[in-house]
């Protein structure tokens, strides 16, 4: 019996050392992040890092047309160089070569965008209005996607998340865009990109990482969150975030009911879609240092509830990124929420804390209470949202001399009963889109109850006033979560062109002030 298992010990160890030595072997070999593969897009007019990992004090050499770098591994096995600055065009070959050599084909130079958020940005182009015509048009060899696989992590991970699935093949590799691949694309951000690609005539590249239904602090590191007083409390106080609607209760009694599962099995807890820093672990964090002109970002109806908090929310996570990347004050372009009747008031403050965010070095916003849907979270029309965010980026990112935004409030003169209300980005003038008298306004009194204001352009100001109300100290425009009758854009062309963002002219509190 002894003689039988000797003889069956020695047989494995014979079959299994070849497997272990090769594994030892793998384990040396240089090896790259999954954001290098055929097909990518590297950042032009920067230093493009390129890291990976090998053996500890391997030296690497890269090489993409005419620029080559050099690195040696440290003893964590990790190496970083940088190639360029880089000019855009291609196609070319990235070789690495240590003591192996790897061949990345295809490789375009060109613009690099991260597209972020929630549903609305992971929202695809096949759900999006004129799908069917969008997919058979999109033959654009130099529009190249990246969707990085959703995944949630307690730490910041070195790496997106492996693939376990062979239905997931297409995510965590580049893929070139036609009518075979568009479909799933973030629709938001094939719009954005198909315009700058027309427009600048260079080759682009897109990163999505989005998941439906998350929050802003999920997207945020636990360290900048630690380190604000203020949003320190999120990291106490967030299950208690998922009262606010039916959905994330059921969310979150699933949680709760997996957690006490993994319990009882003696397995590691689980972690929440919501939870403080697991997305921005799982899906930002792997995808430093890789070199991008800017972000686009779609989110805040999961921050509704909080939307005072997301004054200052919404500007640490655009620090937080911009300081872990470490490449300066990259630009950063947002959605402003779409008109919804959403039944709770709170959409406005929402809205505001995103136009206040403008004060943000480096940022613009895509206004969009014209193009939602008032009885769709999510609707179709990404085809304006995406040309919306790529004027911005047109404007402030590429110095194109166009119109980006509608009218922003700027200031208030009240003239015998009548409120004037100046703003920035006129253009030639304001109208509005339907050429009916401007609507969506209302006025209030010292007693701050408001009233359902008349309207009327002068040039490029407004004069608002109300016969309910002598002596006015308060405007507010489209202050509400569905604003349908608010109509003021500013012209271009001879045309109606993008319209005004809501605002009000009081500081006074509001629905979610106290919500911590």
Known sequence: MKEAIRAALQLFLFLALPLFLSAGSSRAEVRLPKLFSDNMVLQSGVKAPVWGWAAPGEKITVRLGA??????????????????????????????EGKN??????????EVWLCSGQSNMAMTVKGSRDAREEIAAADYPRIRYFQVKACKAAEPREEVAPIEDARQSRLNTWE????????????AGFFFARLLQQKLDVPVGIINSSWGGTTAEAWTSGKALAADPELSLILKNWP????????LKEQYAKFIEEGEKAKQAGQPAPLYFNQPSVLYNGMIAPLIPYAIRGAT???GESNVFRAYQYRRLFPAMIRNWRSDWGGGDFPFIFVQLANFEAHQGNWPELREAQTMTLAVPHTGMAVAIDIGDGGDIHPKNKQEVGRRLALNALALVYQKDLLYSGPLYDSMKIESGQC??????TGEGLATRDNAEAGGFTVAGEDRMFYPANARIEGK???VSSSAVSHPVAVRYAWTDNPEEANLCNMEGGSPALPASPFRTDDWPGMTADRK
């Open 176 to 187: 070139i865009t036609s009518p075979e691949t568009v479909g799933n694309y973030t629709a």
């Open 461 to 463: 100001q407004v004069v």
């Open 240 to 247: 208690d975030y998922n009262n606010d609607e039916s959905w």
């Open 67 to 96: 620029h080559a770098a050099e690195a040696t591994t440290g003893q964590d096995g990790r190496w970083r160089t940088a190639l360029g600055p880089l000019e855009a065009g291609g196609p070319f070959e990235l070789l690495i």
């Open 420 to 425: 004037r209300i100046s703003f920035t980005h």
């Open 101 to 110: 050599k790897l061949v990345i084909n295809n490789v375009l130079c060109g």
């Open 297 to 299: 970002w779609y989110q």
